[in-house]
């Protein structure tokens, strides 16, 4: 079981930065463990779940989503058990709630949707006004 807490949304312009944090606890977070992914998704009003920025716990790989490729990057700190989003030139189109998560098992590897992150936060809210 893994639990999974975001910080760090907030109402910013475009043009502006956020910083999201992921907090995550209970079963270490390895394929050891059988937690083969965590990132990062969104949703808009009236919109799917989409994927953001996710990476492989054990392995040095990275994904990100198309729209935010340049913009954002995805970070983890073994250390503090934390995951991060940094977000920089917001627009707009970036204004979702921002949940983090994490999949049991490596389906994650070949799927880019949402099914099989196990594990889901509450969502932090983000706001980028034009």
């Known amino acids: 079981q893994v639990t999974l807490a975001e910080s760090g949304g907030g109402a910013v312009q475009a043009g502006g930065s956020l910083r999201l944090s992921c907090a995550y606890s209970?079963?270490?977070?390895?394929?050891?463990?059988?937690?083969?992914?965590m990132g990062w998704f969104r949703q808009a009003p009236g919109k799917e779940r989409e994927r953001v920025a996710i990476?492989?716990?054990?392995?040095?790989?990275?994904i990100y989503a198309d729209s935010v490729k340049g913009r954002f990057a995805l970070s983890r700190d073994n250390a503090n058990n934390t995951l991060y989003l940094q977000m920089n030139s917001l627009k707009a189109e970036d204004t979702a709630m921002y949940y983090c998560?994490?999949?049991?098992?490596?389906?994650?590897?070949?799927?880019?949707?949402?099914?099989?992150?196990?594990?889901w936060g509450r969502g932090t809210q983000v706001t980028v006004s034009s």
């Open positions: 998560a994490a999949s049991r098992g490596d389906y994650c590897y070949t799927s880019g949707s949402i099914i099989p992150y196990n594990y």
């Open positions: 209970g079963s270490p977070v390895s394929t050891s463990y059988g937690i083969y992914c």
């Open positions: 990476l492989y716990t054990d392995v040095p790989t990275t």
